[in-house]
């Protein structure tokens, strides 16, 4: 959250900017773009009594009635918005994939053509958003950033996500609801399953066994967390408009994908259930847009359906760089598709996925299928008109429509693109040794406050792969691999929420970095500790 006095010095480089633009000389304007998401949205959270300054800022917005995630976890639906393509074309099923690296993407191009394209928070350094054009510049508020691109007026394209609308739902106490009263009087049971979604980052298909009565609490807490964002987009939006930002930039507003609230009987989506699932409160999602004022696109409702794929080709439009229409602009009905792992970021084998959920929409009706081992063992039908809450499975019913959306289904399976996480050539030399930290240690959050900063031994310009597993196995743990190029790696400041919000549960993380493609060459293993 942003500071009053802050905000002050933030609004002076604003009227600074702005007396500044009439003399800066230059043709064509070259449009920024700022891409905000925000963490874990239902389309069914964001109404005026929740979100009343995202409401009154819509009004200048085009609003999109029926946009669709096309994936239930974050990173297929952030490289989605980034790049264009789906679940299905990029590759994205778990920790450790990258997207393909046989073709510019949009944002390498933005980078070429001049634009400082941009991502401001440490966890866009995992393996998934790597190779997309994306400059890591670590700080924890886009503000700051923003004023210095103002004065500066080199075109941007910033992406920021909003992170504390995930699990935990843990608003700040202004915002924090009275959610014991929605629970039944006297229920220490349910008071402790509320103290899960209230502290946990993930809870796993089965930990937490939930009540049909636990619901009412469960939204308000989570709606809390969108009313506190609300706070946040009205001192954004402030600021937006006092900089003179919403002269020449295009603001996008969405999420990356929903949340279940126990229509399944879970709370979360694939990466915090373990078990993904793809019906509406997953991928349904709000989605405005801010155009400059002389792009003469009057403000109004689009009730056609969109998808992720859709943004960044119709940003590329807007920009000037691709001669085609926006899609976001084009009403034609088309099929919308969609895939997960049944696990997300959490699978057990990231390199050996087995589980899926695929969908698809045509017109009234959607399709669901689970896969294992690429076999479809359940499937369902829904017709959203008569059934928006997918409760009654028509398979059986209509087996020539049920048909009609598996053929497609099954080729776009089989054709989803795999990463097969090639090595490429081995790495020459002895195996590192860690610089910093040179050994274990605890770390409490006053200990970061220069930021996250990992160094080792070996070839500045050698190749290498750090491995981590964070948490003490079970239900909070997780493992990955990034690649690096060098020899530090820095993470850059991380907030304290995130910090209290995403580190501590998982209580430790244990790292070890190697050669590339040498099963012979790694460090020892060292653990950081997260104290409270």
Do not use: C
């Amino acid at each position: 959250m942003f500071r009053r006095w802050f905000f002050a010095s933030l609004f002076g480089l604003a009227a600074l900017a702005t007396a500044t633009t009439a003399w800066w000389p230059g043709a064509a304007p070259r449009r920024n773009v700022i891409l905000l998401t925000v963490e874990s949205t239902r389309f069914d959270m964001v109404r005026p009594e929740i979100a009343p300054h995202v409401f009154e800022a819509a009004k200048q917005a085009l609003r999109f009635q029926q946009h669709r995630a096309i994936s239930a976890w974050t990173a297929p639906n952030a490289v989605a918005l980034l790049t264009g393509l789906d679940a299905y074309e990029q590759g994205i099923h778990a920790a450790g994939d990258t997207v393909p690296r046989d073709r510019e993407l949009p944002l390498q191009a933005l980078s070429r053509l001049g634009w400082r394209v941009t991502g401001l928070q440490a966890f866009m350094h995992i393996e998934q958003f790597q190779h997309l054009g994306l400059l890591l510049e670590p700080t924890t508020a886009p503000l700051p950033w923003l004023a210095e691109r103002v004065l500066d007026r080199q075109p941007f394209f910033l992406w920021y996500h909003y992170l504390e609308t995930h699990l935990p739902y843990a608003p700040s106490p202004a915002f924090e609801p009275d959610w014991r009263k929605l629970l039944p009087p006297g229920d220490a049971a349910a008071v402790a399953r509320l103290r899960a979604v209230n502290t946990q980052p993930a809870i796993p298909a089965g930990s937490v066994d939930f009540q049909p009565s636990d619901r009412a609490a469960i939204v308000a807490l989570h709606e809390a967390t969108w009313h506190e964002f609300d706070a946040w987009f009205a001192a954004f939006w402030q600021f937006f408009q006092a900089s003179g930002l919403a002269q020449d930039t295009i603001l996008v507003l969405t999420a990356d994908h929903g949340e279940e609230h126990l229509e399944r009987g879970l709370v979360g989506h694939a990466s915090t259930t373990h078990r993904g699932q793809l019906h509406e409160e997953i991928v349904r999602l709000p989605l405005f847009v801010w155009l400059p004022p002389d792009m003469a696109q009057p403000p109004r409702d689009l009730a056609y359906v969109t998808d992720h794929r859709g943004v960044m080709p119709s940003l590329m439009a807007w920009l000037g760089l691709d001669a085609r229409p926006p899609p976001l602009l084009d009403a034609t009905p088309k099929p919308w598709r969609a895939l997960t792992s049944e696990a997300g970021f959490a699978e057990p084998d990231p390199a050996d996925v087995q589980a899926f959920v695929a969908a698809r929409m045509e017109g009234e009706w959607k399709r669901i299928e689970r896969r294992v081992a690429g076999d479809v063992i359940a499937a369902e039908l829904f017709h959203l008109p008569s059934d928006p809450g997918e409760i009654r499975n028509r398979l059986a019913d209509e087996p020539e429509i049920a048909a009609r959306l598996a053929a497609p289904m099954q080729h776009d399976f089989e054709a989803r693109r795999i990463d097969l996480r090639k090595a490429g050539e081995a790495s020459a030399g002895p195996a590192p040794r860690w610089r910093q930290p040179a050994s274990s240690r605890a770390l409490r959050y006053a200990d970061l406050a220069d930021g996250v900063k990992l160094a080792w031994s070996g070839d500045p310009a050698g190749r290498y792969v750090l491995e981590y597993e964070a948490g003490e196995g079970g239900a909070l743990s997780l493992k990955g691999r990034l690649d690096v190029e060098g020899l530090e790696k820095d993470f850059g400041r991380i907030d304290e929420t995130y910090w209290r919000n995403y580190v501590l549960p998982y209580g430790r993380v244990r790292l070890r970095i190697g050669l590339a493609g040498r099963a012979d060459a790694w460090s020892e293993w060292i653990e950081v500790r997260a104290l409270p």
